[in-house]
DNA sequence: TAAAATAGAGTACACGTGTACACTGAAACT
DNA sequence: AGTTTCAGTGTACACGTGTACTCTATTTTA
């Protein structure tokens, strides 16, 4: 029952993962990859891909999950990082800004199939912002006491203006994802004084 | 000197470009076209596709050029509605929510080549998403009195905010777009409050 | 009016693609 | 020990692609 199998076949399914995520670039896109390039790159035969998914839209879904988990392994950094004091918004930037150094072709993967061409990708990808959104909601509501809709409406802005950040920083040097940085924080802090002015009204909308 | 083959040119080259922004969907993007499908499309041999653009690249670039004229024609549309009186965060917000509506595909356009796999396409887009940016940027400091580098950190975070508004509105019904709009509304008048709030310091960061 | 230019069509080719199919050898089961 | 399962291979095929090349018909120029 130790399953010699299993584990090799798991192997190679790691394999044709990594494969995938290590082809894309700035100039590479997941919907421009072949099966075959793929398969190459694991060192496997076109054929065999077939035996780990039906399909390059499965192992993209795949990667699209892997991306979640890896931003929720950064939000629980950021978290362990804001419990040891400091600014929450500047710390929260420069832990996103960490991300997208070290994980930049993961995040073009976000960013692209975000509004790319299959619908199930899109979606994919939109449930993974929201969690990420609503772990930063319930956060705002509980540190700031603010008003649940409010705290929904910065939770979201703020997400929208950091990934953005992100997506300018990519294709960067040092110096100017500094600068990005610190336009990116002083921006949250207008969406966070502006949220706590209007959390004492009653706001309407919330979708 | 009518020039009656020179009219003709013109005329095809028309009906490419035509024939490539009315392919764009929801489930194609402009570089999953292939060259041959849109001669086809407009009517043409492939091999005369050359005749007007030396590959699909050079012709994109063209179709990302008139989906800048395209936005700021908008804008103008929109200051004249401001000029007569009225929210200016509504009146922008409902005016873009009216382009996404009916160039729902010039959008997707510029959404997607922005974080696109090529370099030239990438800037061609973040220039017009610029031009967006710095009239709106004027407008702040002139209408509000706003400290220049915090009207642009406001124009900045405000353009992103309602783009991705409009990414979110895409493929959706008439209601939702709705929630959606008042949303954003909302979103942007925190950040106009923030910015006001902040624009009696001095703020040091300028991108 | 004769000559040159050129928009467009048609043919042809090499190439990369997804995948159907038959096969192999080793692991897993009975 | 004998049988079944199955990850991975190799071959083969039809298809869509970009584009080089030649030819044609018509406008433009000289």
Same mark, same amino acid.
């Given at each position: 029952?130790?399953?010699?199998?299993?584990?090799?076949?798991?192997?190679?399914?790691?394999?044709?993962?990594?494969?995938?995520?290590?082809?894309?670039?700035?100039?590479?896109?997941f919907s421009s990859l072949s099966l075959r390039e793929v398969a190459k790159e694991?060192?496997?035969?076109? #054929?065999?891909?077939?035996?780990?998914?039906?399909?390059m839209d499965e192992l993209g879904? #795949?990667?699209?999950?892997?991306?979640?988990?890896?931003?929720?392994q950064l939000m629980r950094q950021a978290r362990q990082r804001i419990e040891k004091g400091g600014s929450v918004i500047q710390i929260s930037?420069?832990?996103?800004?960490?991300?997208?150094?070290? $994980?930049? $072709?993961?995040?073009?993967l976000l960013l692209r199939e975000r509004s790319g061409t299959s619908a199930a990708f899109r979606a994919a990808v939109n449930r993974e912002v929201r969690y990420f959104t609503l772990e930063l909601c319930d956060y705002l509501?509980?540190? $700031?006491?603010? $008003?649940?809709?409010?705290?929904?409406?910065?939770?979201?802005?703020?997400?929208?203006?950091?990934?953005?950040?992100?997506?300018?920083?990519?294709?960067?040097?040092?110096?100017?994802?500094?600068?990005?940085s610190m336009r990116t924080i002083q921006q949250l802090r207008f969406i966070a004084r502006g949220a706590a002015e209007f959390s004492h009204r009653v706001v309407k909308v919330r979708t």
């Open positions: 029952m130790s399953g010699i199998r299993a584990q090799q076949k798991e192997k190679t399914r790691r394999q044709l993962i990594d494969a995938a995520l290590g082809q894309l670039s700035s100039e590479r896109s694991a060192g496997l035969a076109p #054929t065999s891909f077939y035996r780990h998914f039906s399909d879904l #795949t990667l699209v999950d892997e991306a979640g988990l890896t931003l929720r930037v420069v832990t996103f800004m960490e991300f997208i150094e070290s $994980n930049g $072709n993961i995040f073009r509501q509980q540190a $700031n006491k603010l $008003n649940a809709d409010v705290a929904f409406l910065q939770a979201d802005a703020a997400v929208t203006i950091v990934f953005s950040a992100g997506s300018d920083a990519l294709d960067v040097d040092k110096d100017d994802r500094q600068q990005i």
